[in-house]
């Protein structure tokens, strides 16, 4: 059981990092404004509250985690999918394009880590 953990764990302290990281980098950015601004927030406090409630879930209610865990790996890998890939297709610099590559690799790899070695 407790082996199980781990991978729920570490894929909620990952996106936590990036997507906490990602808010906070949105509120400093005084170009990004209105609805541009709201969409980006958006995204990333789903994130973050996905994640909460999958940490929520493993504390409180063992045995929902898969309910949870469920719609939060579909949104993590369909996100970094499509946004992941228009990044790399798209004009940005090689060190963007690298780094988010890896955002998206290791944010993916978590997920169905997690996805797979869930309890029950």
Not at 1 to 17: E, G, I, K, Q, Y
Not at 32 to 37: D, F, I, Q, T
Not at 38 to 54: D, E, N, Q, S, Y
Not at 68 to 82: I, N, R
């Amino acid at each position: 059981m407790r082996s199980n953990r781990v991978p729920t764990l570490t894929l909620v302290a990952w996106t936590l990092f990036v997507w906490a990281t990602r808010v906070n980098n949105i509120i400093g950015d005084d170009e990004l404004v209105g609805s541009e601004r709201a969409w980006r927030l958006g995204v990333a406090v789903l994130f973050v509250v996905f994640a909460l409630v999958l940490l929520g879930a493993r504390r409180f209610a063992p045995d929902r985690v898969t309910m949870v865990l469920a719609p939060f790996v579909v949104f993590s890998v369909g996100y970094w999918l499509v946004r992941g890939t228009g990044i790399i297709l798209d004009d940005h610099e090689l060190g963007f394009t690298i780094v988010h590559t890896i955002l998206m690799a290791v944010s993916i790899g978590l997920a169905m880590w997690a996805w797979t070695r869930r309890a029950g």
